[in-house]
């Protein structure tokens, strides 16, 4: 349902493969829901991420920033 409520706004999903607290198959849960709800969505599997390290990877906040940037072009 929160998927769903997005509406037309973007989604991405950035889910580390060593997060120990969520499992990639959630992030796998949410990004069926959004195609099923038409919600533009991305995902992104960042290789030896943890659940912590994702917000301190330049390399991910690079691609976040990459991301934001197209869609806020697009509108």
Same mark, same amino acid.
């Given at each position: +349902? !929160?998927? =769903? #409520? @997005?509406? &037309?706004?973007? @989604? @991405?999903?950035? /889910? %580390? ?7 990639? !198959? /959630? #992030? %796998? &849960?949410?990004?069926? =829901? *959004?195609? *099923? *709800? ?9 290789? %030896?991420?943890? /659940?912590?390290? $994702? %917000? !301190? +990877? ?9 991301? @934001?940037?197209?869609? $806020?072009?697009?509108?």
């Amino acid at each position: +349902d !929160s998927v =769903a #409520a @997005l509406g &037309e706004r973007p @989604l @991405l999903i950035v /889910h %580390g493969s060593r997060d120990g607290l969520v499992r990639e !198959s /959630h #992030a %796998g &849960e949410i990004q069926r =829901a *959004a195609e *099923a *709800a038409g919600v533009p969505v991305q995902r992104m599997r960042v290789r %030896g991420g943890t /659940h912590i390290s $994702l %917000g !301190s +990877d330049e390399s991910v906040q690079q691609r976040v920033v990459r991301f @934001l940037r197209r869609q $806020l072009r697009a509108r």
